[in-house]
């Protein structure tokens, strides 16, 4: 194959991916423009993107409603409890899977996605309703306990392929040295694991952070998460255009921060766990 061809190649190549990447980032760019435009531009198609118009005085606005920031600070707290007991609960349960006997564990294992099968929202009445007469409706630790039951599912299986490639007689010979199961899932299947675990928290943080109908039909006033709050710039009479773009493109930040920082072990996280699993 000729250095013309190879260059032909390269080019098309880098052409294409350049072309994927503006389809998707395009979305977000329209947003941005959109928060820093005043509104007589986003209702006058033919000035909608005049950049010597930006404001983003919308960004700083946003810090001084008591709203906003119980609602950042609710998401942060529900988010980031919820991401790491699912994955407690997703090492344990692939730990358990892998590496332990018994009857009826393949019908077990399979039954855990039958919460990922399920709409979400033929679930949430009935919990809704058992939360309620708990009197733990509306509260940090139901929304906790309810996006770890949809999440767990998903980041067990994917962890369950990395742990599947550990040897079992690596385990038995630390079980042998009277390690005991915990000091065994710490000191050996997760540092081994480790590429997996963090892809599996990767996308319970982001199943989390994004959710919108767990956080509509479970939360209240002291646990409203930015996903719901966007939906207060939207009355009956008119729509804050600015205030919602502004808010859309905070919500997307912490997810665009995340592939950013563990694009590497999200992309072999995902995809060898699930040759391995």
Not at 167 to 174: H, M, S, T, Y
């Amino acid at each position: 194959m000729t250095n013309a061809v190879k260059m032909l190649q390269r080019i098309l190549l880098y052409t294409f991916a350049l072309t994927v990447s503006t389809f998707f980032l395009l979305p977000f760019l329209w947003i941005f423009i959109t928060s820093l435009q005043p509104i007589s531009n986003l209702l006058n198609f033919t000035t909608q993107f005049n950049i010597m118009d930006s404001r983003f005085n919308i960004y700083w606005e946003l810090f001084s409603r008591p709203q906003f920031t119980n609602a950042l600070k609710a998401s942060a707290i529900i988010v980031s409890l919820s991401t790491i007991t699912s994955i407690l609960v997703s090492i344990l349960a692939a730990h358990v899977s892998n590496f332990y006997r018994f009857k009826g564990k393949n019908a077990i294992i399979f039954s855990t996605l039958i919460m990922q099968m399920a709409p979400g929202i033929v679930l949430l009445i009935p919990i809704y309703i058992m939360l309620s007469r708990l009197g733990f409706a509306g509260t940090h630790t139901s929304i906790i306990l309810v996006f770890t039951l949809f999440v767990a599912p998903m980041t067990t299986w994917m962890i369950r392929g990395y742990f599947k490639d550990i040897p079992f007689e690596l385990l038995e010979a630390a079980s042998i040295d009277g390690l005991s199961s915990f000091k065994i899932i710490y000191k050996i299947v997760i540092p081994i694991a480790r590429p997996g675990i963090i892809a599996a928290a990767i996308f319970a943080f982001l199943t989390c952070w994004n959710e919108l109908i767990i956080p509509l039909i479970l939360s209240n006033s002291e646990t409203t998460m930015l996903t719901m709050y966007a939906g207060t710039f939207v009355n009956q009479y008119d729509v804050d255009y600015n205030g919602l773009a502004a808010v859309a493109v905070y919500t997307s930040f912490p997810s665009i921060l995340m592939v950013l920082v563990f694009n590497k072990y999200l992309i072999s996280g995902l995809t060898e766990g699930a040759i391995k699993g």
